[in-house]
């Protein structure tokens, strides 16, 4: 396990680079594939009809869900998330008209294949799905387009990247007491504590090492939170994988599950750099 982890970041890190230092249309292509495969791995998941949420499999327990053979309202889903990067790649208020219009848009699928048994149950997972993963991960793109956009993305995505790899290891090394043990036994305080003051530590590395001009009294706040919401991000996914019955989102990410179990924390973390950019920093 270790060493597969170790050379998907190997792997990984570099092409990530790579891409925000390219920005633009590249850049914008890649977070749209990414998370279209994530949201898939959400959606093969949590399925009503497949998953442990489902009546008729109350007791299933998957490694990880087939991403194959899912059903339409899934990839309507799908492609709900690349249009949301779409739009964010065109500005914040066309993000906003885009999510309304999908909203009613999964709606008018389900009407015109009548699915009138079923229409609330799937409309409202569609669209959890689309809000959870195209919502928040548009903002990827949206902080990649503010002015020194690529030194913020960085300090999002490695910042989260440094906080989840020290409670990992810290927890597996000296963990003792599990913070949340009904929807992630894995996850401990002492790894808590390590994930809190390496991610403080790096929000301040990273935002000296891009050169990024910031006053650090005002960067205090942005590194206490950092670490914290990418917790909340990592046990939301945790809450999510255990109610659908699945051990990570898939197989996609030798090491690390799938894409979605690597975004878990970014999802949450890039929008809360992308508003402190915006409402203090610019």
């Not at 492609?79 to 208020?93: Q, R, T």
């Not at 699928?109 to 079923?118: C, G, K, N, P």
């Not at 569609?126 to 387009?145: E, K, M, Q, W």
């Not at 914290?228 to 994988?241: F, H, T, Y």
Request: net charge negative.
């Amino acid at each position: 396990m270790l060493p597969q982890r170790v050379l998907s970041a190997a792997v990984g890190i570099p092409v990530i680079v790579v891409l925000v230092l390219i920005g633009g249309v590249p850049y914008a292509f890649a977070v749209a594939m990414v998370l279209a495969l994530a949201a898939l791995e959400f959606y093969a998941a949590t399925d009503p009809e497949t998953s442990a949420t489902s009546p008729t499999h109350p007791r299933l327990r998957r490694a990880s869900p087939s991403l194959f053979g899912q059903r339409l309202p899934a990839f309507a889903g799908c492609a709900g998330v690349a249009l949301l990067v779409v739009a964010a790649y065109e500005g914040l208020d066309e993000l906003t008209g885009v999510l309304a219009g999908l909203i009613a848009g999964i709606f008018l699928i389900l009407i015109v294949r009548q699915e009138a048994r079923t229409g609330l149950r799937d409309w409202l997972w569609v669209v959890a799905g689309v809000a959870y993963i195209g919502f928040l991960g548009s903002h990827l793109v949206l902080l990649r387009d503010l002015d020194d956009g690529g030194d913020w993305v960085f300090v999002a995505v490695f910042a989260t990247f440094v906080a989840d790899t020290a409670a990992y290891f810290a927890g597996r090394a000296l963990g003792r007491r599990q913070i949340a043990p009904a929807v992630s036994p894995g996850k401990t305080v002492e790894g808590g504590i390590a994930g809190l003051v390496a991610g403080f530590v790096a929000v301040f590395l990273l935002v000296w090492v891009t050169g990024v001009d910031v006053d650090e009294l005002k960067l205090v706040p942005l590194a206490l939170l950092l670490p914290v919401v990418a917790v909340v991000g990592d046990l939301g996914e945790s809450l999510i994988k255990r109610g659908a019955g699945v051990k990570d989102a898939s197989d996609l990410v030798p090491g690390h599950g799938g894409f979605l179990d690597r975004l878990d924390s970014i999802l949450f973390t890039t929008p809360l750099v992308y508003y402190f950019v915006i409402w203090v920093v610019l």
